[in-house]
Antibody, heavy 120, light 105 residues
């Protein structure tokens, strides 16, 4: 059974970079796709991007200039970096496994979520 | 972006049948999926491809729809179904609905 766990600072200052790690157990990140999703206060959820089994990436166009998703296959971890954060980036950040079901990609496993507050 | 609209909240009694709707701003074919998120927990996939039940999910849950209008049905509802239910589409990039909070009276 695949399990995911987010880790990283819970507080980031405005204009700095937000960095989170997703540690995966039970499945190799050199298979499937691995993504980041965030949930804002008030429940709105936003797809941020993913990294594929080969290391290719795809990002939400609204974040494309600020986001980077990378990985370390030796540690079976993947990472999120979001630059130039503002208070509007305050959210709970989830990492998830993406799998193909029928014709579509869905998130079949999620981490517990990491709460990140952007504040000075 | 494809905007997904859900009603914010519902309250039903145990044993009843509940339908939760999700309307897309443009057609997403059958690329609609449903997740359950209980308080303090991560989301859990219930339904994919509009009507396919994820493995391990009770048959009380079902999904229907295509194009722009979709429905998640729980029949019968149990007390443990208290949660927020999100729709998500993957036909036009990936977007989520704002969630419907289900209260069991």
């Amino acid at each position: 059974e695949v399990q995911l766990q987010e880790s990283g600072p819970g507080l980031v200052k405005p204009s700095q970079s937000l960095s989170l790690t997703c540690s995966v157990t039970g499945y190799s990140i050199t298979s499937n796709y691995w993504g980041w999703i965030r949930k804002f206060p008030g429940n709105k959820m936003e797809w941020m991007g993913y990294i594929s089994y080969s290391g290719s990436t795809s990002y939400n166009p609204s974040l494309k200039s600020r986001i980077s998703i990378t990985r370390d296959t030796s540690k079976n971890q993947f990472f999120l970096q979001l630059n130039s954060v503002t208070t509007e980036d305050t959210a709970t950040y989830y990492c998830a496994s993406l799998v193909r079901r029928v014709f579509y990609y869905v998130m079949d496993a999620w981490g517990q979520g990491a709460s990140v507050t952007v504040s000075s | 972006d494809t905007v997904l609209t859900q009603s914010p909240a519902l309250a039903v009694s145990p044993g009843e049948r509940v339908t939760i709707s999700c309307r897309a701003s443009e057609s997403v074919s059958t690329g609609m999926h449903w997740y359950q998120q209980k308080p303090g927990q991560q989301p859990k996939l219930l339904i994919y491809g509009a009507s396919n039940l994820e493995s391990g999910v009770p048959a009380r849950f079902s999904g229907s729809g295509s194009g722009t209008d979709f429905t998640l049905t729980i029949d019968p509802v149990e007390a443990d179904d208290t949660a927020t239910y999100f729709c998500q589409q993957s036909w036009n990039d990936l977007t989520f609905g704002s969630g419907t909070k289900l209260e069991i009276k």
